[in-house]
């Protein structure tokens, strides 16, 4: 806190001026010392001030609490501290204000100025002085805002006329948060009160001392000067008290012209009576009144214009945006409340101007203001010529990348249209109702509702006397006409997929017109006549849509895929509503369903939306009882499915019986007796068609025979989709489709398709089963029976000649494997459960190349390529199909079912086809991880050393490049990205130490040195595993590096060889950590690592001999101990490797050169001498 300003006025009381006069013409420490012995003088004197404060401030919340502050102590406040004390204290204690101002308003003043200052944050001292005149120059330049850094501390000496202020402050206070910018309760609670008090002090000094023409002019002089500090605490602070100050003085400025119009209205009547009635000395007082009144509106008005110009026109564009937001919510305000004086040209400008403000917010103000301005009727006159100018702007902020300044600038464009017609034109129309497929839910509601009053809401009420037939035939003409307009809107729109959006749009605003089953139905089944046409097929089509997506959006609210901004949870209100509109719509379309359905039955399309329709029932709908109308349905339902094969018919058709199956839903056994018949009628039918086309094991039928045979499977393959169809044998069926002899005529691709797709539902429903079917170790060895023979035949079909065939194959084989799998380890081991089965080796090798040779097939991602659109959506089509073929396989992987060193080749190509694949083998590796690390380690090492593998044997066949052979580049890449993954180097400690050692072995095993080959085969593969090294602790490269000089010292090596520069530079990547360096800069450093200064002190320093004695180097392998990372006693699965606890003698190379390692146990270095 800051003190007391009231002391300094206690102390100026002494002065014929009031107030503290601060020399400029002493030298420096003499009023450094005088100032502070007038401080003290000052502290000592403003005590009495302060018990009056005290006192003051204790009345006041007496009052304000009653009785209550009777039973406690209230301690001294000021008027900062008011704020906490809740609003009727704060009028409390301002009244005592506004007393003790009249007392001694220097004093009082003083103690506002202080408050002011304290709302900013302000830990600093306030000192005053009294100012002459504001028209002297010398004064005026001294008007400084400065910091001493030597003193740390800033200043700021600005005129609040009577008074020059003097602030100091520390210097890091702009840096701090001040109470305006707090997070959480308390900064939004002080923005609330420090308003409240700023339109209380207004509103209760305003027949008082507000027209004394010395508080306005110091508090107006105050916040101006500190609005334009660069101290951004000040200027925030005092931005808003300018701006809330002049919100109360229109308060005012209000009151005072209604106190002017009543005035002038009893003048006006004084002047009408008679003359034996009339009162001259009444008038003449009437009269006086209202000259008083006009001057101080005149007075405030003229307050205002200072604010506005002092504040707000310096102030709008701060570069502080929350000041901005400030200023343009107030104009707004002014704009609307006081529109005699705001609201013109000269003051809607800075409002357009601004709604180009980057910040969101600042432009959310401005349209919020603009709102609430075209919303008054009598202001809409001044607004033609705003309206005109900045349409445009408004117009194209409906595309704000910010959704609620969207959505509230296309509410305001709704007021517009609302209330001129010619404001917009058809063109903006246009633009603007094609917002109603929208992703943004808001915005499409709200431009749905400017679609509900543009174009539907057209329709004149019926006139009253009519009776009741007639309204009821009017209704339906309005509603006719309604959806004529909403039909042609949308074929216009030619958004012929988005109806469902389009109905979501208009349900808020629109939910009457959409939600009238009855009107709809009975216009989709009228019959077009001479005198009234109807609707055309197209529009018949276009409404059937409508319908559903109305039953849809009544049943399960407005959740869509691609649309957010949908509120989630539903209230008890909404609850009811919901539940009523489902009861409406079952007991009406369960009736009339039937006869739709018959009447489109020639339409695919409009069959297949229409028999979408039951699954929205309510299952427990009195109506659901009605036998006949549910006999109805089946029957209308089983005659489309006679008719109709398409993959949309038949899959509405499965899942409307799936719904209407439910045992909680009334009437569901005849809906399952009406499904059972039907899939006997197609078992039976099937049967008797294979039995004509199968023989000796070839398929031959005639084209009709085969089509035949094709709609039934694709209709049982629908049905088996969402139904257990087990016991019609659906296996034992079809399973000969798959063993037919392709080369003696086999089954046509189409009909092996769906074979293959039935028979994976059948297999999975067979495995979802097995806690029910499975009574007997019989069946489950009859379901392991059946479980591989499906494998063999999807074997086989892998290298069929159609490629959706293969395709089905492996994902069928996968699908069936992962839920094999997934049962094998849930299954309750007290009852009888799936027997294991693992696939043939041959099996997983087919799946492996399967994988390669259509998975990562084509140009990858990187390459871009000029492509048309139609061959674009080609290219994703067929990537989709690809990322679900490598899934499916990874799948395998993840669930057990292959070994992880399976997926090596797949991890191969994380790097080529990172943008198609990366996402999928990423996700692989960390589920794999998550079983078994170090396995999954392994796999790592395994794809990396058999890519360097390849690329050797290609190298040295000199052949043509093969696709799958990568280059030594992206191998260290891979081996890069690969590395990246491991992130937490203590919890992935062995496995990175594991792939310095399997690597290490990989290079040097078995490795026999001759004049023909001085190094190994692929000792560039230590390049590649220097990319691990980064992710190896500090001891752990200290021991790595052992192992590698245990390797190493066997063979003769000269390192200043070039065959030799990746166990240089691997080695480099061991060392470097001590250096802080990488592996590049300290490989291809001029300076010897053990030749710095500060080893050869070391060197000279320390000769105490090692703790170790060197190990003979034949004899290494026989005495070697076991290495732990973590130094901790390792398990079997983590296979510790030996290595020597202390390095190799010196050796002498071919060269002659002398390689000496030299261990410093004391501080984990390790040092190399070359």
Same mark, same amino acid.
């Given at each position: 806190?800051?003190?007391?300003?009231?002391?300094?006025?206690?102390?100026?009381?002494?002065?014929?001026?009031?107030?503290?006069?601060?020399?400029?013409?002493?030298?420096?420490?003499?009023? +450094?010392?005088?100032?502070?012995?007038?401080?003290?003088?000052? *502290?000592?004197?403003?005590?009495?001030?302060?018990?009056?404060?005290?006192?003051? #401030?204790?009345?006041?919340?007496?009052?304000?609490?009653?009785?209550?502050?009777?039973?406690?102590?209230?301690?001294?406040?000021?008027?900062?501290?008011?704020?906490?004390?809740?609003?009727?204290?704060?009028?409390?204690?301002?009244?005592?204000?506004?007393?003790?101002?009249?007392?001694?308003?220097?004093? !009082? %003043?003083?103690?506002?100025?202080?408050?002011?200052?304290?709302?900013?944050?302000?830990?600093?001292?306030?000192?005053?002085?009294?100012?002459?005149?504001?028209?002297?120059?010398?004064?005026?330049?001294?008007?400084?805002?400065?910091?001493?850094?030597?003193?740390?501390?800033?200043?700021?000496?600005?005129?609040?006329?009577?008074?020059?202020?003097?602030?100091?402050?520390?210097?890091?206070?702009?840096?701090?948060?001040?109470?305006?910018?707090?997070?959480?309760?308390?900064?939004?609670?002080?923005?609330?009160?420090?308003?409240?008090? /700023?339109?209380?002090?207004?509103?209760?000094?305003?027949?008082?001392?507000?027209?004394?023409?010395?508080?306005?002019?110091?508090?107006?002089? &105050?916040?101006?000067?500190?609005?334009?500090?660069?101290?951004?605490?000040?200027?925030?602070?005092?931005?808003?008290?300018?701006?809330?100050?002049?919100?109360?003085?229109?308060?005012?400025?209000?009151?005072?012209?209604?106190?002017?119009?009543?005035?002038?209205?009893?003048?006006?009547?004084?002047?009408?009576?008679?003359?034996?009635?009339?009162?001259?000395?009444?008038?003449?007082?009437?009269?006086?009144?209202?000259?008083?009144?006009?001057?101080?509106?005149?007075?405030?008005?003229?307050?205002?214009?200072?604010?506005?110009?002092?504040?707000?026109?310096?102030?709008?564009?701060?570069?502080?945006?929350?000041?901005?937001?400030?200023?343009?919510?107030?104009?707004?305000?002014?704009?609307?409340?006081?529109?005699?004086?705001?609201?013109?040209?000269?003051?809607?400008?800075?409002?357009?101007?601004?709604?180009?403000?980057?910040?969101?917010?600042?432009?959310?103000?401005?349209?919020?203001?603009?709102?609430?301005?075209?919303?008054?009727?009598?202001?809409?006159?001044?607004?033609?010529?705003?309206?005109?100018?900045?349409?445009?702007?408004?117009?194209?902020?409906?595309?704000?990348?910010?959704?609620?300044?969207?959505?509230?600038?296309?509410?305001?464009?709704?007021?517009?249209?609302?209330?001129?017609?010619?404001?917009?034109?058809?063109?903006?129309?246009?633009?603007?109702?094609?917002?109603?497929?929208?992703?943004?839910?808001?915005?499409?509601?709200?431009?749905?509702?400017?679609?509900?009053?543009?174009?539907?809401?057209?329709?004149?009420?019926?006139?009253?006397?009519?009776?009741?037939?007639?309204?009821?035939?009017?209704?339906?003409?309005?509603?006719?006409?309604?959806?004529?307009?909403?039909?042609?809107?949308?074929?216009?729109?030619?958004?012929?997929?988005?109806?469902?959006?389009?109905?979501?749009?208009?349900?808020?605003?629109?939910?009457? %017109?959409?939600?009238?089953?009855?009107?709809?139905?009975? /216009?989709?089944?009228?019959?077009?006549?001479?005198?009234?046409?109807?609707?055309?097929?197209?529009?018949?089509?276009?409404?059937?849509?409508?319908?559903?997506?109305?039953?849809?959006?009544?049943?399960?609210?407005?959740?869509?895929?691609?649309?957010?901004?949908?509120?989630? /949870?539903?209230? #008890?209100?909404?609850?009811?509503?919901?539940?009523?509109?489902?009861?409406?719509?079952?007991? *009406?379309?369960?009736?009339?369903?039937?006869?739709?359905?018959?009447?489109?039955?020639?339409?695919?399309?409009?069959?297949?939306? &229409?028999?979408?329709?039951?699954?929205?029932?309510?299952?427990?709908?009195?109506? #659901?009882?009605?036998?006949?109308?549910?006999?109805?349905?089946?029957?209308?339902?089983?005659?489309?499915?006679?008719?109709?094969?398409?993959?949309?018919?038949?899959? #509405?058709?499965?899942?409307?019986?799936?719904?209407?199956?439910?045992?909680?839903?009334?009437?569901?056994?005849?809906?399952?007796?009406?499904?059972?018949?039907?899939?006997?009628?197609?078992?039976?039918?099937?049967?008797?068609? &294979?039995?004509?086309?199968?023989?000796?094991?070839?398929?031959?039928?005639?084209?009709?025979?085969?089509?035949?045979?094709?709609?039934?499977?694709?209709?049982?393959?629908?049905?088996?989709?969402?139904?257990? %169809?087990?016991?019609?044998?659906?296996?034992?069926?079809?399973?000969?489709?798959?063993?037919?002899?392709?080369?003696?005529?086999?089954?046509?691709?189409?009909?092996?398709?769906?074979?293959?797709?039935?028979?994976?539902?059948?297999?999975?429903?067979?495995?979802?089963?097995?806690?029910?079917?499975?009574?007997?170790?019989?069946?489950?060895?009859?379901?392991?029976?059946?479980?591989?023979?499906?494998?063999?035949?999807?074997?086989?079909?892998?290298?069929?000649?159609?490629?959706?065939?293969?395709?089905?194959?492996?994902?069928?084989?996968?699908?069936?494997?992962?839920?094999?799998?997934?049962?094998?380890?849930?299954?309750?081991?007290?009852?009888?459960?799936? %027997?294991?089965?693992?696939?043939?080796?041959?099996?997983?090798?087919?799946?492996?190349?399967?994988?390669?040779?259509?998975?990562?097939?084509?140009?990858?991602?990187?390459?871009?390529?000029?492509?048309?659109?139609?061959?674009?959506?080609?290219?994703?089509?067929?990537?989709?199909?690809?990322?679900?073929?490598?899934?499916?396989?990874?799948?395998?992987?993840?669930?057990?079912?292959?070994?992880? !060193?399976?997926?090596?080749?797949?991890?191969?190509?994380?790097?080529?086809?990172?943008?198609?694949?990366?996402?999928?083998?990423?996700?692989?590796?960390?589920?794999? +991880?998550?079983?078994?690390?170090?396995?999954?380690?392994?796999?790592?090492?395994?794809?990396?050393?058999?890519?360097?593998?390849?690329?050797?044997?290609?190298?040295?066949?000199?052949?043509?490049?093969?696709?799958?052979?990568?280059?030594?580049?992206?191998?260290?890449?891979?081996?890069?990205?690969?590395?990246?993954?491991?992130?937490?180097?203590?919890?992935?400690?062995?496995?990175?130490?594991?792939?310095?050692?399997?690597?290490?072995?990989?290079?040097?095993?078995?490795?026999?040195?001759?004049?023909?080959?001085?190094?190994?085969?692929?000792?560039?593969?230590?390049?590649?595993?220097?990319?691990?090294?980064?992710?190896?602790?500090?001891?752990?490269?200290?021991?790595?590096?052992?192992?590698?000089?245990?390797?190493?010292?066997?063979?003769?090596?000269?390192?200043?060889?070039?065959?030799?520069?990746?166990?240089?530079?691997?080695?480099?990547?061991?060392?470097?950590?001590?250096?802080?360096?990488?592996?590049?800069?300290?490989?291809?450093?001029?300076?010897?690592?053990?030749?710095?200064?500060?080893?050869?002190?070391?060197?000279?320093?320390?000769?105490?001999?090692?703790?170790?004695?060197?190990?003979?180097?034949?004899?290494?392998?026989?005495?070697?101990?076991?290495?732990?990372? !973590?130094?901790?006693?390792?398990?079997?699965?983590?296979?510790?490797?030996?290595?020597?606890?202390?390095?190799?003698?010196?050796?002498?190379?071919?060269?002659?050169?002398?390689?000496?390692? +030299?261990?410093?146990?004391?501080?984990?270095?390790?040092?190399?001498?070359?």
């Amino acid at each position: 806190m800051i003190p007391d300003p009231a002391a300094t006025a206690a102390s100026s009381s002494k002065n014929s001026s009031g107030a503290v006069n601060h020399s400029e013409d002493e030298s420096g420490n003499e009023n +450094r010392r005088r100032s502070v012995r007038r401080r003290k003088r000052t *502290h000592e004197g403003s005590e009495n001030v302060k018990r009056s404060s005290a006192k003051a #401030a204790r009345s006041s919340v007496r009052r304000a609490g009653g009785g209550h502050s009777k039973r406690r102590h209230v301690e001294a406040v000021t008027l900062f501290e008011v704020l906490t004390m809740g609003r009727s204290a704060m009028q409390a204690v301002i009244d005592d204000w506004i007393e003790a101002y009249v007392a001694d308003r220097d004093s !009082s %003043l003083l103690d506002l100025i202080s408050f002011f200052i304290q709302c900013a944050g302000c830990k600093g001292v306030v000192t005053a002085e009294m100012c002459q005149s504001k028209e002297d120059s010398e004064v005026m330049s001294k008007m400084v805002e400065e910091l001493d850094e030597v003193a740390g501390l800033q200043y700021k000496k600005f005129l609040a006329f009577p008074w020059i202020l003097t602030v100091t402050w520390p210097m890091d206070t702009d840096s701090m948060e001040y109470p305006l910018i707090q997070s959480g309760p308390y900064g939004r609670w002080f923005h609330s009160e420090f308003c409240d008090f /700023v339109s209380v002090l207004v509103a209760q000094s305003q027949h008082s001392v507000i027209f004394d023409s010395y508080l306005m002019n110091t508090l107006i002089s &105050l916040l101006t000067e500190l609005s334009n500090s660069y101290v951004r605490a000040f200027r925030h602070t005092c931005t808003l008290a300018a701006v809330k100050l002049l919100s109360s003085l229109v308060a005012v400025a209000l009151t005072l012209s209604a106190s002017i119009e009543n005035s002038q209205k009893l003048f006006e009547v004084q002047k009408t009576k008679t003359m034996r009635q009339k009162s001259s000395l009444q008038l003449e007082r009437i009269q006086k009144k209202i000259t008083e009144l006009q001057e101080k509106r005149t007075e405030i008005e003229s307050m205002m214009d200072i604010i506005f110009k002092g504040v707000f026109l310096k102030r709008y564009r701060d570069v502080l945006p929350e000041i901005r937001s400030i200023c343009m919510e107030e104009l707004g305000l002014w704009m609307k409340l006081y529109s005699s004086s705001f609201l013109n040209d000269s003051y809607l400008k800075y409002t357009g101007w601004m709604m180009h403000d980057k910040i969101p917010d600042v432009r959310l103000k401005c349209v919020l203001g603009l709102q609430g301005l075209y919303r008054d009727p009598l202001l809409l006159p001044k607004l033609d010529l705003f309206t005109s100018r900045f349409k445009d702007r408004m117009i194209s902020m409906t595309l704000d990348k910010d959704n609620e300044v969207a959505v509230q600038t296309m509410k305001l464009l709704v007021l517009i249209s609302k209330t001129s017609d010619d404001a917009l034109s058809p063109d903006d129309y246009k633009q603007l109702l094609q917002f109603v497929y929208s992703s943004q839910r808001p915005l499409a509601a709200t431009a749905g509702e400017l679609l509900f009053t543009r174009l539907l809401n057209t329709v004149a009420p019926a006139s009253d006397t009519q009776d009741e037939i007639n309204e009821e035939e009017t209704h339906k003409q309005q509603t006719f006409s309604r959806l004529k307009a909403l039909l042609q809107f949308y074929q216009e729109s030619k958004l012929h997929k988005h109806v469902v959006y389009l109905v979501d749009s208009l349900w808020d605003c629109g939910g009457s %017109l959409l939600k009238d089953w009855p009107t709809l139905t009975s /216009v989709l089944l009228q019959e077009g006549s001479s005198q009234s046409p109807g609707l055309s097929r197209a529009e018949q089509a276009v409404l059937v849509e409508i319908l559903v997506a109305s039953v849809r959006q009544a049943s399960e609210g407005p959740a869509l895929a691609g649309r957010t901004g949908a509120k989630k /949870v539903m209230n #008890a209100k909404e609850k009811k509503i919901q539940i009523d509109d489902c009861t409406k719509l079952t007991d *009406h379309l369960l009736v009339v369903l039937p006869k739709l359905l018959s009447k489109f039955s020639s339409s695919a399309d409009s069959v297949a939306s &229409l028999m979408k329709i039951p699954q929205y029932f309510l299952p427990d709908c009195p109506e #659901a009882e009605n036998t006949q109308a549910v006999s109805d349905l089946m029957a209308e339902m089983g005659a489309i499915l006679d008719h109709h094969s398409g993959p949309a018919v038949l899959e #509405a058709a499965a899942r409307t019986y799936l719904s209407l199956c439910g045992e909680e839903t009334a009437g569901s056994s005849m809906v399952r007796a009406a499904r059972d018949a039907l899939v006997q009628q197609w078992v039976e039918r099937l049967t008797a068609l &294979l039995g004509d086309a199968l023989q000796d094991d070839s398929f031959s039928a005639d084209e009709e025979k085969t089509g035949e045979i094709l709609s039934t499977l694709m209709k049982l393959r629908a049905f088996h989709n969402c139904h257990d %169809l087990s016991r019609w044998s659906p296996f034992e069926l079809l399973s000969p489709l798959l063993s037919a002899d392709s080369s003696q005529g086999g089954a046509p691709p189409e009909v092996l398709l769906e074979a293959l797709q039935c028979l994976c539902y059948s297999m999975l429903w067979s495995l979802n089963m097995s806690g029910d079917s499975l009574t007997s170790r019989d069946k489950a060895v009859a379901q392991r029976l059946q479980l591989r023979l499906f494998c063999e035949r999807c074997h086989h079909c892998l290298s069929h000649g159609d490629h959706a065939v293969r395709q089905q194959a492996f994902l069928g084989v996968c699908d069936v494997l992962t839920a094999h799998s997934y049962q094998f380890h849930v299954w309750d081991p007290t009852s009888y459960g799936p %027997l294991l089965y693992t696939p043939s080796p041959k099996l997983q090798r087919a799946l492996l190349t399967f994988v390669c040779t259509h998975v990562f097939v084509g140009p990858d991602c990187d390459s871009q390529s000029s492509v048309s659109k139609n061959s674009e959506v080609e290219r994703l089509e067929d990537l989709h199909k690809r990322r679900n073929l490598l899934a499916a396989y990874c799948k395998l992987v993840v669930h057990g079912v292959l070994e992880m !060193s399976m997926a090596a080749e797949v991890f191969m190509y994380y790097v080529k086809y990172s943008n198609d694949f990366g996402d999928i083998i990423k996700e692989t590796m960390c589920r794999t +991880r998550q079983m078994e690390k170090m396995e999954s380690s392994r796999t790592l090492v395994l794809c990396l050393q058999q890519l360097l593998i390849r690329l050797k044997r290609e190298q040295d066949s000199g052949g043509r490049a093969h696709p799958g052979v990568q280059t030594f580049t992206s191998i260290k890449e891979l081996a890069r990205r690969f590395a990246l993954t491991f992130g937490d180097l203590v919890k992935f400690r062995e496995c990175v130490v594991m792939i310095h050692r399997n690597g290490i072995e990989f290079v040097f095993q078995e490795f026999s040195q001759t004049p023909e080959t001085p190094t190994p085969a692929y000792l560039s593969y230590l390049t590649i595993l220097s990319e691990f090294s980064s992710k190896l602790l500090k001891p752990d490269k200290k021991t790595v590096f052992s192992y590698l000089q245990k390797h190493t010292a066997e063979h003769i090596t000269d390192l200043r060889e070039e065959c030799w520069k990746p166990l240089i530079y691997y080695r480099a990547s061991l060392l470097a950590a001590a250096e802080g360096e990488d592996a590049v800069s300290y490989a291809s450093s001029d300076r010897r690592p053990n030749r710095s200064p500060f080893s050869k002190q070391k060197l000279e320093g320390s000769r105490s001999p090692c703790p170790f004695s060197p190990a003979d180097s034949k004899g290494g392998k026989a005495h070697r101990s076991s290495f732990s990372p !973590s130094h901790q006693d390792k398990t079997p699965d983590l296979d510790p490797f030996p290595v020597p606890v202390d390095p190799p003698a010196k050796r002498l190379n071919a060269e002659g050169s002398v390689v000496s390692i +030299r261990v410093e146990t004391d501080d984990d270095t390790v040092e190399v001498e070359l």
